[in-house]
């Protein structure tokens, strides 16, 4: 009798906040082609010239600021994670966590599931938007991954859930009384960015639809289906309106650039200290894009965005944790599987 597994895919993460440690983990996750998306030469000279003499120490000292007694924390919720849905699946059901770049590697969490004796998995990517650099890395990582097994188990991938309606209620359950409690002024949607040219390379259209024009995000349509910051903006109207945020109360932003390059704007730096200087006194910031808190919640957001709110005149602010191992989170995810006709019970 054929039997399912669960195999959760996250990032990835470095091993310590230690400059050796945090240069590994760069390295394997920025020569990844669907990341910096150029040629092996340039991307070669650019890891080896540009990123890896310096980031690393910049990178680890980040990391200490938010690392805890029991590790980096989207390691800590990913474990928690893992073992609530192996509970709320009865035991019965193997579910391994795995992360696509460092460790634990999806090559030894699917040999954890084969083990258990399942031979039907049921991937999770734990990227709620559709990117190719995450999204698509971690799925071609998982299916050469099975590939090099010599009995291949069937494998069925969860799709992008940026417009789920039990996505989109476990993270405005979770915002909804932090919202309250801070008063919020302004709310900003801070979603990881993403150089343009990769959401130009998902156009179905051949470039005649995304950032083509300031509506071009407005609504899913063939040409942007698989676009990253159209699939930011349904979630973030969809938070928002189960949250009854008017629209001039809030604003979808985006982190974490890289390079020189353009990204998909507004920055969210630039917004946090434009907000500042527009005299918002209190500030929420969400973060859809990250299903636990991680480097970019916790120490972009929480830590150095607070204290450029606050350096230029804001009061506080607030930054709603992540949904981490949430019970809504939970309850969301078997939701969510259960709604592709997959049957892991």
């Not at 993460?13 to 230690?18: C, G, I, L, M, N």
């Not at 390079?259 to 918002?280: H, L």
């Not at 939970?330 to 599987?337: D, F, N, P, R, S």
Request: proline share 7%.
């Amino acid at each position: 009798m054929s039997r399912s597994g669960l195999l959760l895919v996250n990032l990835g993460t470095p091993d310590a906040p230690e400059t050796a440690a945090v240069r590994r983990y760069l390295r394997e996750f920025l020569s990844d082609p669907r990341v910096i998306d150029i040629s092996p030469f340039a991307r070669a000279l650019f890891l080896n010239l540009v990123i890896l003499p310096f980031r690393p120490a910049q990178s680890a000292a980040a990391y200490r600021k938010i690392w805890t007694e029991a590790g980096s924390p989207i390691l800590v919720h990913g474990r928690a994670l893992e073992a609530k849905l192996r509970e709320a699946l009865g035991g019965e059901t193997p579910v391994e966590l795995a992360m696509r770049y460092q460790r634990p590697s999806i090559g030894s969490a699917l040999a954890r599931i084969r083990e258990a004796g399942a031979d039907r998995i049921v991937v999770f990517p734990l990227f709620p938007q559709y990117s190719s650099a995450a999204w698509g890395s971690a799925v071609e990582a998982v299916f050469v991954a099975a590939g090099r097994l010599w009995n291949v188990p069937a494998i069925r991938v969860i799709p992008p859930f940026y417009a789920h309606p039990a996505f989109l209620d476990a993270f405005a359950s979770v915002a909804r009384p932090v919202l309250a409690e801070a008063r919020a002024e302004r709310v900003l949607f801070s979603f990881h960015g993403l150089p343009e040219r990769h959401v130009r390379k998902s156009d179905e259209s051949g470039g005649r639809h995304c950032l083509a024009s300031g509506a071009c995000c407005d609504r899913i349509v063939p040409a942007n289906r698989n676009c990253y910051r159209a699939h930011c903006a349904a979630t973030a109207l969809g938070v928002a309106a189960r949250l009854g945020l008017s629209p001039d109360r809030w604003r979808m932003t985006f982190q974490s650039r890289l390079g020189r390059d353009p990204w998909i704007q507004p920055y969210t730096d630039v917004v946090i200290e434009e907000s500042a200087r527009d005299g918002i006194r209190r500030l929420v910031v969400l973060s859809p894009a990250f299903v636990a808190d991680c480097l970019e919640t916790l120490e972009e957001i929480e830590i150095r965005g607070r204290e450029c709110f606050r350096a230029l005149g804001g009061e506080d602010l607030t930054m709603v944790p992540s949904l981490n191992a949430s019970p809504e989170w939970v309850a969301a995810i078997l939701e969510i599987i259960s709604a592709t006709d997959e049957k892991l019970r």
